[in-house]
């Protein structure tokens, strides 16, 4: 139960089962290119190795050393069978166009097991000569580098190969301490082969999982771009068919609200915010109508940021946040669309500077500001503190977000417009904002 466990667990590796058959497919049309290549490689060696053979059978070495005599036969032994292999597969493919992965398969498996145990054989007759297992064991680590073999299938090769290499250099090697090493040395480097090829077998099927998460992803975000690039080419459209009409504004405003679940109801409670403040300092109309177009438009350049940026729960990394930063610059691209929004285009795009010079996009300091972008800051500021947020479930209170804006009145609020919200809140004007509307929606044309 436990050499099975073992089994199991050395054989594993995780590759998701709707991915298996093409892992499958490339690593034995990988292994079988490499298998060929150097089988052709080998087999020319062999026949130049069996001509060295000849010549020191001239030599009269045979006479001398029967190393020699098996050496030719082992070399003997790669030719015929890869000769054997060759003409199988020529056979093969006579029958059929291409070779089926079934049968690359085999020729992967055959090969390999080929050379290991000629390898196995040479350094046996070597033994005979140089008493060395050199061969023996660049063989073992060429194959389990070279080779993306099965753990289990390359455990079955080498173990087999390994016996048949310890049985003939018992026969062969007459020196104890000479067969002591070579033992314990061919048994410890193979060992340690087959675990460095099962890491780079493993590696290999990481390998396979990154580049499949990768071509996910990918496809998902092709997707993305796609249906965003059909979102933009529609808004591109309509803008260039509609009209002034005030419909334009609620169409975009609803937009970036259904996208981004911050922003339900956020433009309307800016807007009111915002009127609430011009109607106290006595604004005229004309003033108060673009302050009101503004604020219900002042974070349509949202519409271009993705939506896991948009609702994402946890902080924004430097990368995304750069995104977000570039709504404004966004908002007044699209809103130069409108004919009616030409006016409006600076409180859309400096809406975010701070009254010490530290916002964005531009860095605008103090008066630079446009004074209808310095309301919309603190209309948009307050209902951000008392509205719930994805990464911030609990609204807070109005006290605390009149609290908030004296705390950075100076240094990121006008300080007149501080105190001007001030004054709304404590004289109870807010309750009466929609009152304050009635009046907007008949100058707003």
């Known amino acids: 139960m436990k050499f099975n ?8 590796y995780n590759i998701p089962e709707e991915n298996k058959p093409e892992f499958q497919r490339e690593l034995i049309e990988s292994n079988y290119i490499r298998s060929r290549n150097l089988s052709f490689l080998l087999f020319f060696i062999f026949i130049i190795l069996l001509f060295t053979d000849y010549m020191k059978y001239r030599q009269g070495l045979w006479q001398e050393n029967g190393g020699y005599r098996f050496l030719l036969y082992s070399h003997f032994f790669y030719v015929l069978l890869l000769f054997l292999l060759y003409g199988y597969l020529f056979v093969r493919r006579s029958y059929s166009q291409a070779l089926t992965l079934q049968l690359k398969q085999h020729f992967v498996l055959t090969f390999s097991f080929i050379i290991l145990l000629g390898a196995s054989f040479t350094t046996i007759a070597d033994q005979l000569i140089h008493g060395e297992i050199t061969i023996y064991v660049l063989c073992i680590w060429l194959f389990a580098i070279i080779n993306y073999q099965k753990p289990l299938s390359n455990l079955g090769m080498y173990a087999i190969c390994h016996i048949v290499f310890l049985i003939g250099i018992t026969f062969t090697q007459s020196s104890p301490a000479a067969l ?30 990154s580049k499949k998460t990768i071509e996910i992803q990918k496809s998902e975000l092709e997707k993305k771009n796609l249906e965003l690039s059909v979102a ?19 169409s975009l405003t609803l937009a970036l609200e259904s996208k981004d679940t911050n922003t339900h109801g956020h433009s309307e409670r800016v807007a ?43 902080a924004l990394t430097e990368e995304e ?61 307050v209902d951000a503190i008392t509205s719930p947020r994805t990464y911030r479930p609990m609204s807070r209170t109005m006290e ?12 990121q609020f006008d300080p007149l417009l501080v105190e001007a919200f001030e ?23």
């Open 5 to 12: 466990s073992m089994l199991k667990k050395f054989q594993n």
């Open 180 to 209: 002591s090493a070579n033992y314990f040395n061919g048994t410890v480097l193979v060992i340690l082969a087959v675990f460095v090829s099962r890491i780079l077998f493993i590696a290999k099927v990481n390998d396979f999982n």
């Open 232 to 250: 933009n080419a529609e808004l591109h459209d309509s803008l260039l068919a509609l009209d002034e009409s005030q419909n334009i504004i609620f």
């Open 272 to 314: 009111q915010y915002a009127m609430a403040i011009a109607k106290h300092l006595n604004l005229n109309q004309k003033d108060m109508v673009d302050l009101w177009r503004a604020a219900i438009l002042h974070d349509i350049g949202k519409i271009g940021i993705p939506d896991a940026i948009l609702n994402k729960p946890s």
């Open 321 to 381: 946040w750069v995104i977000v930063k570039s709504h404004p610059h966004r908002g007044e691209v699209i809103c130069s669309k409108l004919k009616f929004a030409h006016e409006i285009l600076p409180i859309i795009r400096y809406h975010h500077e701070r009254y010490d010079g530290k916002g964005y996009p531009d860095g605008l300091q103090g008066n630079d500001i446009p004074f209808l972008a310095r309301i919309v800051s603190v209309a948009d500021t």
């Open 400 to 411: 605390q977000a009149v609290e908030e804006l004296k705390i950075n009145s100076g240094t």
């Open 423 to 445: 004054k709304v809140y404590l004289a109870n004007e807010l309750n009466t904002i929609s009152e304050a509307l009635g009046d907007l929606y008949d100058i707003k044309s």
